[in-house]
């Protein structure tokens, strides 16, 4: 079955920087771009990026475009959302999601989230 | 653009709800609308897609419309079950993918 499984929750100090990964199976990871949504605690949801099927294009959200770089393997169907300088404002679960390479805007499987905290 | 959507709803079991989603700015029925379901703690998953349609898995309680006077798009949940309490999103795009505040339904 299509799964989205991503790395552990982790903690940073101001300044530092984090990757998570979303390692995917159950599709064919060549097909599917890549989405990356937050959400701050008891807040809502905000997207932050996406990188295309061949791992050559990323577009970001203007709020990130400074600061976050997307990456993928096809070797191990991994994707990878790396961030720097983090602030406390940053703390947040991360999620990674899927859509297809014909409907890019329907996130239609999501992984299970990943809680970054951000704390001196 | 924006999508603005009530911050809250309640109904209570069996009966219907609807919970809207304006856009600011440029035409509702120019990019496609999705609604995301969000119980505590758990990760988003969706219950309708381009506007209208619905997954495999997700039951007919659940339907999507937009409307074009209102410039807004809803989600519309009949026969109300206490599964269904959690928070729901809409979603639209143009050049990025913008997502609605979010409206958490109580059923009561």
């Known amino acids: 079955q299509v799964q989205l499984v991503q790395s552990g929750a982790e903690v940073k100090k101001p300044g530092a920087s984090v990757k998570i990964s979303c390692q995917t199976s159950?599709?064919?990871?060549?097909?599917?771009?890549i989405h990356w949504v937050r959400q701050a605690p008891g807040q809502g949801l905000e997207w932050m990026g996406i990188i295309n099927p061949s791992g050559d294009k990323a577009t970001y959200a203007q709020k990130f475009q400074d600061r976050v770089t997307l990456t993928r393997v096809a070797s191990t169907t991994t994707v990878y959302m790396e961030m720097r300088s983090l602030r406390s404002e940053d703390t947040a679960i991360y999620y990674c999601?899927?859509?297809?390479?014909?409907?890019?805007?329907?996130?239609?499987?999501w992984g299970q989230g990943t809680l970054v905290t951000v704390s001196s | 653009f924006i999508l603005t959507q009530p911050h809250s709803v309640s109904e209570s079991p069996g009966k219907t709800v609807t919970i809207s989603c304006t856009r600011s700015s440029g035409s509702i029925g120019s990019n496609y609308v999705q609604w995301y379901q969000q119980r505590p703690g758990g990760a988003p998953t969706n219950v309708i897609y381009e506007d209208t349609q619905r997954p495999s898995g997700v039951p007919d309680r659940f339907s999507g419309s937009i409307d074009g006077s209102s410039n807004s798009a809803s989600l519309t949940i009949s026969g109300l079950k206490t599964e269904d309490e959690a928070n729901y999103y809409c979603?639209?795009?143009?050049?990025?993918?913008?997502f609605g505040g979010g409206t958490k339904l109580t059923v009561l």
């Open positions: 999601a899927r859509a297809d390479a014909y409907n890019y805007y329907w996130f239609d499987a």
């Open positions: 159950g599709f064919t990871f060549t097909g599917y771009y």
């Open positions: 979603q639209s795009y143009d050049n990025f993918q913008v």
